[in-house]
């Protein structure tokens, strides 16, 4: 299983469509399987530079929404659903 960070588009509090920048992970294929909260953090600064890198690739390419998470989670990965 791969990570990156990307934009995505999630409902919002008052069903209102709301963009986060989330970590998305990808199946085997690279197709997108979930996502969780994105959080900047670090054991050092260019720890937390790095981070701060690939957020920016992140919000460069196009923003994902719920129905392209369509991937599917292989065996080995049964720990983290």
Do not use: C
Not at 47 to 58: F, I, K, M, N, T
């Amino acid at each position: 299983m791969t990570w990156n960070l990307r934009l995505v588009m999630i409902t919002g509090s008052h069903d209102e469509p709301y963009m986060e920048l989330r970590e998305v992970f990808y199946d085997d294929e690279g197709v997108p399987v979930g996502h969780s909260r994105a959080s900047v953090g670090g054991e050092t600064l260019d720890e937390v530079q790095q981070y701060l890198d690939r957020a920016h690739g992140g919000i460069m390419k196009p923003v994902l929404r719920q129905e392209d998470f369509v991937g599917k989670l292989s065996p080995l990965d049964d720990d983290w659903n």
